[in-house]
């Protein structure tokens, strides 16, 4: 009964968070299939169009972030697109349930859009 208890309290705080609405599909209000950086379990990182359907982030025309390749972490490329130094490996359709995603950041969609593409 407590583990329930402490389930549906973490993923309420969660929901909060990341401004889930709570009906069936369980959108990220006003962001949906945004560009996102994702930051999962066990060290991967990944960037693509990210939606949110019931537990899983579904992440397409992801790239998984090999190198950074920056001076400022991940901010800074999530801001600024990727520099010379980055290295993307192109993944395709990415679903990872939510319980396993550390970290989101919100990526500037112009700097992006086209290395999504594969342009």
């Given amino acids: 009964m407590f ?7 973490l993923r309420e705080e969660f929901n909060k968070e990341f401004n889930i609405t709570n009906n069936n599909n369980q959108e990220i209000a006003n962001k949906e299939n ?3 950086i994702l930051i999962l379990q066990r060290g991967w990182v990944i960037v693509g169009n990210v939606r949110k359907e019931n537990d899983y982030f579904i ?3 992801s790239s998984v972030i090999r190198t ?3 001076s400022k972490g ?9 520099t010379e130094k980055t290295k993307l490996d192109r ?3 990415v679903r990872v349930h939510e319980l396993t995603t ?3 950041i919100d990526c500037d969609q112009n700097k992006w859009i086209d290395v999504l593409k594969g342009e």
């Fill in 3 to 9: 583990k329930n208890l402490l389930k549906e309290m």
């Fill in 34 to 36: 945004s560009i996102k």
């Fill in 59 to 61: 992440s397409e025309n």
């Fill in 68 to 70: 950074w390749g920056t």
């Fill in 74 to 82: 991940l901010g800074e490329i999530a801001l600024n697109g990727p």
């Fill in 91 to 93: 993944c395709g359709t």
């Fill in 102 to 104: 550390v970290a989101m």
